[in-house]
T-cell receptor, first 111, second 117 residues
Framework: QKEVEQNSGPLSVPEGAIASLNCTYS??????FFWYRQYSGKSPELIMS????GDKEDGRFTAQLNKASQYVSLLIRDSQPSDSATYLC???????????FGAGTRLFVKA | EPEVTQTPSHQVTQMGQEVILRCVPI?????FYWYRQILGQKVEFLVS????????KSEIFDDQFSVERPDGSNFTLKIRSTKLEDSAMYFC???????????????FGAGSRLTVL
């Protein structure tokens, strides 16, 4: 059974701070890793994808992957109130079509 | 214009009735998916559909569910004899495919909220 675990939060940070979101996954065969953002009542939207160990930066977002530890993280720099949402960690598998989602971490950015 | 359009946005039905949810991907992708999200819970994979065939399905996707692409554009999820626990948001999604670049990157529709009474 492939599992993706996240701390449900809520994580509360002040505006301008760094928000750090973490995720672990159970299957060492996992090949692709994603962070999606979901606003309340809306569909998930892709924030970052990462496929190899290390860091990947895109604007204020940095995804970090450590396959040995089966750990994925997302850093949000200069957090804004508009970043307040649920962040979903998701894991995909080469040769398969299924993406497994974690339960999400709720982030609140206080103005 | 959204890349994936879903209809209806909200459907209320009586337990035991059949429901059809529709998805229209704007671009000509080959990979389509249905996911569901029960209120307050995680997004769950139901089924993937590739080249007009089911490629993978979850244990949730039992005989009560079916998918098809009847006219080459619309992609439908049919739920036969709905149950109370089928109440959820159902998301259609598409992806660029299973290769290493952009593998499994999902673009979701806005969702269809199903309420079973």
């Amino acid at each position: 059974q492939k599992e993706v675990e996240q701390n449900s939060g809520p994580l509360s940070v002040p505006e301008g701070a760094i928000a750090s979101l973490n995720c672990t996954y159970s299957d060492r065969g996992s090949q692709s890793f994603f962070w999606y953002r979901q606003y309340s009542g809306k569909s998930p939207e892709l924030i970052m994808s990462i496929y190899s160990n290390g860091d990947k930066e895109d604007g204020r977002f940095t995804a970090q992957l450590n396959k040995a530890s089966q750990y994925v993280s997302l850093l949000i720099r200069d957090s804004q109130p508009s970043d307040s949402a649920t962040y979903l960690c998701a894991v995909g598998y080469t040769g398969g079509f299924k993406t497994i989602f974690g339960a999400g971490t709720r982030l609140f950015v206080k103005a | 214009e959204p890349e994936v359009t879903q209809t209806p946005s909200h459907q209320v039905t009586q337990m035991g009735q059949e429901v059809i949810l529709r998805c229209v991907p704007i671009s000509n992708h080959l990979y389509f998916y249905w996911y569901r999200q029960i209120l307050g819970q995680k997004v769950e994979f139901l089924v993937s559909f590739y080249n007009n065939e089911i490629s993978e399905k979850s244990e949730i996707f039992d005989d009560q569910f079916s998918v098809e692409r009847p006219d080459g554009s619309n992609f439908t999820l049919k739920i036969r004899s709905t149950k109370l626990e089928d109440s959820a948001m159902y998301f259609c999604a598409k992806s660029g495919g299973g290769d290493s670049s952009g593998a499994n990157v999902l673009t979701f529709g806005a969702g269809s909220r199903l309420t079973v009474l």
